[in-house]
């Protein structure tokens, strides 16, 4: 598949690279144009034991892109996941501000049968207001998913290839069936993929914190 990780953060990063290894073409966007051209020399901004050996070989190999260029990132994908940051606000709820201009960036570019995937921490009705905030730009129904990261730093890489569970939420059940072909690479036979709605997968990811 050809997918759009906007946002190189720890989790965007992390997730971009192992898609790329497990076959599909990722670009991985971002504003800070010094990280890009660093990680296209092979530099990585964060330290996580593999990560620097699997962008520098998928890079390499083609599968793992990086750029500034939202738009020319997005108008080819299949999937647009958005990875950026959600920090807490002076009121303590989540800044949603950057995930604003992204998706507001984005949906120009959008093709209508691609799906936005929602890695992003963000508070429940989130994927809902990315759909109608779409619906208003675009005139048309887009594809919204949820799929909360369950990464430990220091074991990234190991968490995101051998998973406990994968939990998405769609509303389009082949979105969900396109999200497990994905994850089919990582997936071992006693390990559960939980497909929900996008509001549940939201929650989820917040009772996974709590607790």
Known sequence: MKIAMVGTGYVGLVTGTCFADSGNVVTCVDINAAKIAALEAGKIPIYEPGLEELVVR???????LFTTDLASAVKDAELVYLGVGTPQGDDGAADLSALW???????????????????????????????????????????????????????????????????????DPKIGEKLRRLYAPFLRTEKPFLVMSPESAELTKYVANAM
């Not at 998928?58 to 793992?64: D, S």
């Not at 691609?114 to 619906?135: D, E, H, Q, Y």
């Open 101 to 171: 201009a992204v998706v507001d960036g984005l949906a120009p570019h959008l093709q209508p049968d691609a799906a936005v995937v929602v890695k992003s921490t963000v508070p429940v009705g989130t994927n809902a207001a990315i759909f109608s905030r779409l619906l208003e730009h675009t005139g048309r129904e887009c594809h919204v998913a949820s799929n909360p990261e369950f990464l430990k730093e220091g074991a990234a890489i190991d968490d995101f290839m051998k998973p406990d569970r994968v939990v998405v939420g769609v509303r």
């Open 58 to 64: 998928n890079h390499e190999a083609g599968r793992l």
